[in-house]
């Protein structure tokens, strides 16, 4: 029988001195960034080397041929049936187990799973069944309603045409401004801003093509984020975190989702307050779903009216969860990804899910950081001739940054004229509109109360670039690799 774990520090011990090993397979190690400093025996396999190979805890399989790639899970895919995964996986096999490890994702599907058992591997999320219905824009809507958490005035309905969308829109009175979104998509690719019938026949084949879509009044609002765990004694939920949205710096999407800040006053404790207790009601109705680990909530909050709104459901790690389980609180206690992990452990546990929530609500354990997600916002399609290194970069006082060493992660950078930065576009690479060239994470804020990114950020975002140089190509060699990034139509994080 297993010993029962009995609060933090035992949980905490527990995973120090596990033995069986956890793989995070996904495109790049970014999602769970330093996670394996609380998990020693976890690997990140990836299809993206971002370290060339100094990152002790990355496993970057040969290249082989494959297709062109046209979602997350197919890379995830692709990284499990590689042969020297497998001979990695039974190499690191405790003895005497049931299984050889645990297997967590960024995004997975039953094909994950039925290579996962072929492995002997562990999956430590819910069925990739449940996960993808819960993954969807409309379920979102659906659930927030059950849950009691209202989302901006919307409908769900098929959309024929624009003259249908317009009588749809007056019969709700949701305004001449609207935004479509489908139920399924990311960064923004399949949100849609529509207030002429110009804008709508720009996307009058991704709308009219869906059975149901989501269409909303649209406000004039901030975005923010927050991430939680569902785990058997209720859902312990991180801090509020703004969202950077549709900045044209950092990215060709209008909606398109570029980066957050986690800082105290964020926003007024009134809404801080709202959000906590959405995101604990939203838990609760995931878990009456049989939905249990890591999720995350985006928010909406009018400007004009001070409404607060729920947006989307991510039932899954994200783009903030780096900055979630990095943060001063998650040090303090554990990481939100650790009781995700043990949610999945087999172990027995007893932790006090209020005392933490109480703790991690409060300013003082909270501070200030950012990340930019930095991805090309040109049309053009050029080989990468030159790119920056992963680790730890200086913004000079006249402009333009410098390389100042090799680093894994943020935890050494303490000034705000430093930054760490994870390349994802390498040297060989190409430059295509929406590719994800890298991520810089730095302390303080990079947007204005107003909510405009700063000079600093500014600084940075073309200090990076500017150390990402173009080669010479041929017009068939464009055409191709045009031809791959619309064909694939996803972007990593």
Request: aromatic residues 12%; glycine residues 8%.
């Amino acid at each position: 029988m297993k010993k029962k774990l009995h609060g933090l520090p035992d949980v905490r011990r527990h995973f120090y001195r596990a033995d069986v090993p956890t793989y995070f397979v996904s495109a790049t190690p970014f999602n769970l960034l330093g996670m394996d400093e609380w998990v020693p025996n976890l690997t990140f396999v990836n299809y993206i080397d971002c370290f060339d190979g100094a990152h002790p805890s990355v496993f970057v399989p040969s290249e082989r041929p494959h297709p062109v790639f046209e979602s997350i899970e197919e890379i995830t895919n692709y990284l499990l049936a590689h042969p020297e995964f497998e001979a990695l996986v039974k190499s690191n096999a405790p003895r005497g187990r049931g299984h050889r490890g645990n297997a967590a994702f960024l995004f997975f599907d039953e094909e994950t799973e039925e290579l996962c058992e072929r492995l002997g591997l562990k999956v430590c999320f819910p069925p990739a069944k449940l996960r993808q219905r819960v993954d969807n824009k409309l379920m979102t809507t659906r659930i927030g309603n059950e849950a009691g958490v209202k989302s901006v005035p919307n409908v769900l309905t098929k959309v024929k045409s624009w003259d249908h969308l317009r009588s749809i829109a007056k019969r709700r009175k949701l305004s001449d401004h609207l935004v479509v979104q489908t139920a399924y998509g990311d960064s923004g690719h399949t949100t849609f801003f529509i207030s002429t019938e110009r804008d709508y026949r720009k996307y009058a084949a991704e709308i009219e093509c869906e059975k149901e879509v989501k269409v909303m009044k649209r406000v004039r609002c901030r975005g923010s984020a927050l991430e939680a765990c569902v785990t058997r004694h209720g859902t312990i939920v991180g801090p509020l975190m703004t969202e950077l949205v549709g900045f044209k710096e950092l990215t060709p999407y209008k909606g398109g989702w570029c980066g957050n800040e986690v800082f105290a006053d964020s926003f007024p404790q009134k809404t801080r307050d709202f959000a906590r207790r959405s995101a604990f009601k939203i838990g609760e109705a995931l878990k009456k779903r049989h939905y249990r680990g890591y999720f995350e909530v985006d928010f909406l909050s009018d400007l004009d009216t001070g409404d607060v709104y729920l947006g989307e459901i991510n039932p899954r790690i994200t783009g903030a969860s780096s900055m979630t389980n990095l943060a001063a609180f998650a040090h303090a206690d554990a990481p939100l990804f650790l009781f995700h992990l043990l949610e999945f452990s087999g172990v027995p546990f007893d932790i006090d899910v209020e005392d933490i929530n109480q703790r991690w609500s409060n300013a003082d354990n909270i501070d200030d950081w950012s990340q930019l997600v930095i991805k090309y916002t040109g049309t053009d399609v050029a080989p990468i001739a030159s790119a920056p290194r992963s680790g730890v970069w200086e913004l000079g006082a006249n402009g333009g940054v410098e390389f100042i060493r090799a680093q894994t992660h943020r935890r050494t950078v303490r000034r705000e004229d430093r930054a760490f930065f994870l390349r994802i576009a390498k040297e060989g690479d190409w430059f295509y509109e929406g590719a994800d060239l890298g991520i810089l994470v730095t302390p303080g804020r990079l947007m204005t109360r107003g909510f405009k990114l700063t000079a600093r950020a500014k600084g940075w975002i073309e200090g990076i670039r500017a150390h990402y140089r173009p080669g010479r190509s041929n017009a068939a060699e464009r055409a191709e690799v045009t031809a791959a990034a619309e064909y694939s139509g996803f972007k990593l994080l």
